[in-house]
Each structure stands twice: as C-alpha cells, then as structure tokens.
C-alpha cells in the first residue's frame, strides 16, 4: 500500500518573524523547516509508519550500523515560488528514480518512487509558508535514508530510517553569478570503477573533503576529479557535473560511465541545449583535449552545474603543471542556459518538457 505522509493532528509552527529573519540571508543549509518526514523499513514489515514530525533529533543508537560503516544515501531538490505565489517542484520523479538506484547499489530497501514523492510533496505543503519568494531563493529538499539497526556485523542493516528535512536557501552566489578557479586532483580519486561513482552516498562526499580541501590550499574554490585508473579522463566535481562549450557551438559532457552522478541538472541541460542552438554530446574528454582547447581557443566555455547553483561558470583550471584560463568576458551561452533553466523553474517561460510539478 501506498504511503500517506499525513499531517500531524495539531502541527506546531514558529512564528512569521523567524521565518522572515531566515529570509534576509538564508544562506545554504543552515535553516530548517518545523518539519520533517520520516518512515522506517524493516525486513519483517516492509516501509511503515510513515508520517509528518517536528523537525528533530533522531534518536538512535551508537551501535546502529550507519555510523559504522555508512550506509547512506541522499537526495537534493528544490520547490519554487511562483509569482503568482504557488509552489512547483522540478522533476521529483527524476530524484525519486535516481534515490532507487542509489538504494540498490547501497544494498538498501527501495523506496517507492510514489512514496519518495509523497514524502516530499506532503512536506513541502505542510511547510510551504517556509519556501521563499526572492530572486532565486528556493526550498531545498534533502531526503536520505540510512541503516538503523544496532548491530556490528557486517552486512545490509535489517532496519532503516529514511527522512526528509527541508531549508530555505538563497542564491548561491550573493554577489551575482561569479565564476571560479578549479583544482585538479590527480593524487586523489573520488571513485573508481565498480565503485559507488554513480550513487549519491554520503560515502563519496567524504572521500571528496580531503582533494576539497587540497583545492582550497591552491586558492581554488572546487576540485575537478579524473579517472583513478589512467588519471586521462575527466569525471566530475565533488558534487556537480563538468561541460564544456566549444567553438562549434558543441555543448560536452562526459558520457556516464558509471563514475559519474547522473545530475537532473545535468540531463537538463543537455535537454534544453538545442533550444539555445547548442548541440548535446556525451562522450569521453580527455584533460588533454581541454587543456590543449583552452589554449587553442577550440574550447570557449567551462562550468559545472548542479541543483545547488544551477551551473557556475569556471573561470581557470590548474594543476602542477600550470593554470589554463578561460576568457569569460567572451562567454556567450553559459548564462543564457543558466537563466533558461530557471526561467522554467520559476514559471517564467512555458515549461514545454513537462518538468514542473505544482504543490500549492
Ligand atoms: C548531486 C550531485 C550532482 C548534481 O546532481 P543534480 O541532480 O544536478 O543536483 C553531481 N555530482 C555529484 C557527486 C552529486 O552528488
């Protein structure tokens, strides 16, 4: 049977003027909403007690086995407000297909996509008073789910929690769309093959901070990972997809080869390219090939897109050998794809793929 989600009996809130401090500088996921969803599963009774809580602390305890050996994943979405006031999500059914996936190779229960979007739809509308209504400020959406069962074996927990929290966010970028400095890891990998490349598990994040903070220590802002076994290929950033725009008009991504997250911005893109006379491709790009076409002038745009910034514009690549610098101020379809992306999720143009799903 389907799960519901209801609202509690008598759902408390906090008052207006909280919400309105958030609204000032909502930053990035440091609010939260009055509340979460919340289900268990266990092997006996399958999904279960699915309902609408305060946002709280989860008890649990030191043995449950995701603190162990973390098995986890996640989600990340957005609801928009409309000018008109009403509140739409983006592609919910994509995230719900990509959370089955990424169940499957953490050997955790699937999660119906029916009830994924349930769970996030019945919060979003219980919290909707939450969702911002400023220049590209949005509700972020994170479900996750995560074993739960106190035991110190090792094998795939017989109970799970999986919950859903939401966070009012504001532009990525407070100072208008700026572009950044990319630090490319060759030392370290953030996956391999047969690994969990492909999965949105916290496990990834993590093998992710170190390179992160190398990339810091270089003065760059992300990092760009390759391939571990050549260190040839581009892969991705630690949490967004890599494109590149040629002097064709050829709008590049690296093919998903199961390394790489398949991004719902990512499939977007590629989707929209030809409305703004680019032409998709999905293939394998060597460092080489975008080193050498930077410097040729057959490369003319980087940027690195994703739900959290939609796509932000890069500006150079380095490493030991040396820093490849795009001219920016000669980019001419990296914003455009930008704001045509949010002009659909704001409701600002027509929505012709069908990609908006109206909550309230
Ligand atoms: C979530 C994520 C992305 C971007 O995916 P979107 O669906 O576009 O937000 C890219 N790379 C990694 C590793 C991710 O976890």
Sequence with gaps: MALSFDFPDNPSFLGDDVIEGVWDDPGFGQYFTDHMSVASWTVEEGWHNDRLTDYAQISMEPASAVYHYAQEIFEGLKAYRHADGSVWLFRPEANAKRFENSAHRLALPALPAEDFITSVRQLTALDARWVPG?????????????????????????????????????????GGVAPVDIWISTEYSRVATGGTGSAKCGGNYAASLLPQELAYAQGCSQVLFVDAASKRWIEELGGMNFFMITADDELVTPELNGNILPGVTRDSLLTVAPDLGLKPIERPISLEEVTTGITTGAIRELFACGTAAVITPIRSLKNESGEYIIDVDKATHTIPLRNHLLDIQYGRIADSHGWMQQVC
């Design 134 to 174: 400023g220049a590209e400020q949005s509700l972020y959406l994170r479900p996750f789910m995560m074993a739960s069962e106190n035991f110190l074996g090792v094998r795939p927990a017989h109970s799970v929690l999986y919950v859903v929290i939401a966070s009012p966010v504001g532009s990525y970028f407070a």
